[in-house]
């Protein structure tokens, strides 16, 4: 291969950078032996390379150093300050789903006692021996002799104290167990024995015959 | 019969003490010790400085990207990958700050040496005069400094940004046509241009006048 001015001009960063094939470093080196004017070229563009590469060329603005720790150490101070803020502005927002949970649980939107069935009414008070009556195909159980007590083909009655009643998940009849029907509404819970026996009617008792 | 080489000429390659001290505090700032960054960064700030100076060619402008380019660096730390110089990836993020800046601030500049001339185009040296070597010592005097810096921001955008990547921060080719988002063949015909357009600037003062004669008389052109 032989190559001309204009080639060595054309390949002469790529010379420097072993970016050549090894033909063309040699067609070039043997063009440079006897080229003046490239041989200069070389050289001056290798000098570029070195000078530009020696790392002193661009100094530093006066102060830029100092200013830059100054910047970093703001960023830094700013993350902390975020942060803590970030926490306080968490803690507030817990406190207040918190608060305004037992807000919400408390206020009349889960308290609606009129638009409820009287059926879904919590009873209370009911005496736990109260002898009452259901019917085994029904859902509720009634004082014996209460007029909404219906008993269809093939069911029979049985009588049992309240606290069995409800136990098997009978319901009270919201007729003739009214005055044990609660306005309020709670969370349907099994009570111990002894809260049922508050205030009994003597004549609802089986210890008053019935 | 093939013969295996010689135990004794396996050499591992070890990192080098200032590495695996870089490695050390990359690791320590990234799991949270960010008051270790400066130390971190310390060792690059002249070049990343210079990397957003080669593109916006104004001091303040400069510092101000660099510093932004440091503090988003600190910010993606955790980011970094070993895979790459630490350095490569902080110059990056400077270079992208600073054309950032170019492009927002919408500048018109005046039209450097070799804006009119495409990359496609042959570019023939002016001036064959040999040049000799330039004595290191030289480059520590602050007017030799300036006029390699007056001459490399004299040329247009797209060489100066490839020369100084390529030649000052010293990118590979890969690395140069990554961070410009070019392809390796623009580097390489810019980065010849650039080189012979600053040997072209630079062969009549640093072939001897500059070196000879200074310090220069006042009012005097070198080049």
Known sequence: MVVNCEHVWREISNYLDNEVSLEMRQAMEAHLRICKNCTAVLNGTRNVVQVYGDGRLFELPAGFSRRLQRRLAQQSSSWIFDSARTFWILAVAAVAVIVGGVSLSNSSVFRQPDTRSLLAQFPHGIPASLMVVVSSEGRLFHVPGCKYLHRHDGESLQMMTAAEAMKEGYAPCPRCLRQYLSSRVECPRVRPGPEFSVTLPPMLTTDSGF | ?223
Do not use: C
């Open chain 2, 1 to 223: 019969m093939g013969s295996f080489p010689d135990s004794t000429n396996i050499q591992v390659k070890m990192p080098a003490p200032a590495d695996l001290r870089e490695q050390d505090l990359i690791r320590r700032v990234q799991a949270g010790e960010k008051e270790r960054f400066y130390e971190l960064i310390k060792p690059y700030e002249r070049r990343v400085y210079a990397a957003a100076f080669g593109v916006l060619r104004n001091e303040a402008e400069a510092e101000d990207a660099a510093q932004e380019a440091f503090l988003k660096a600190l910010s993606h730390i955790r980011q970094f990958r070993s895979e790459a110089r630490f350095s490569t990836w902080l110059i990056q993020i400077a270079v992208n700050e600073a054309l950032m800046r170019r492009r927002k601030a919408h500048k018109e500049i005046m039209e450097p040496i070799g804006e009119r001339q495409d990359d496609e185009g042959e570019y023939t040296p002016r001036d064959f005069a040999d040049w000799r070597e330039i004595p290191s010592e030289a480059l520590e005097r602050k007017e030799i400094r300036e006029k390699l810096a007056a001459a490399v921001a004299a040329l247009a955008e797209k060489y100066r940004e490839v020369f100084l990547l390529r030649d000052v921060q010293h990118f590979s080719i890969e690395e140069t046509a990554e961070a410009l988002g070019i392809s390796r063949a623009s580097v390489k015909t810019r980065l010849l241009r650039a080189r012979l357009m600053l040997r072209d600037l630079l062969a009549p003062g640093l072939g001897g006048a500059w070196l000879t004669r200074l310090p220069f008389e006042k009012g005097s052109k070198p080049w």
